[in-house]
């Protein structure tokens, strides 16, 4: 019996896939991504601080061409890596 996932054997992936999708997270029905943080818009709002917000072209976890324009929609300074 597997107590916990060794990420590097085939048990351990499924039992830390098994793991991941009982707890339910909630999906973006658009772009099918995990959605990390809820009310991103009115989270992104309440920064009051520069910001550093770095992109990957080929990230699969973060539609980042959704985040960057509502960054750029935000009167914060931002300086942004892409």
């Known amino acids: 019996m597997i107590v916990s996932g060794d990420p590097f054997t085939q048990e351990g992936y499924q ?3 098994k793991k991941f ?3 339910h997270h909630d999906f973006d029905e658009e772009t099918g ?17 520069p ?3 770095i ?6 976890n973060v539609d980042w061409r959704k ?10 300074p ?3 890596i892409i």
Do not use: P
């Open 33 to 49: 991504l995990m959605i990390y943080v809820h009310d991103f818009r009115e989270t992104l709002k309440k920064i009051q601080c």
């Open 67 to 76: 985040t960057l324009a509502l960054i750029e929609r935000r009167s914060v």
């Open 21 to 23: 999708v009982d707890e």
């Open 15 to 17: 039992w830390n896939q």
């Open 78 to 80: 931002i300086r942004m």
């Open 55 to 60: 992109f990957g072209e080929k990230d699969a």
């Open 51 to 53: 910001v550093l917000a």
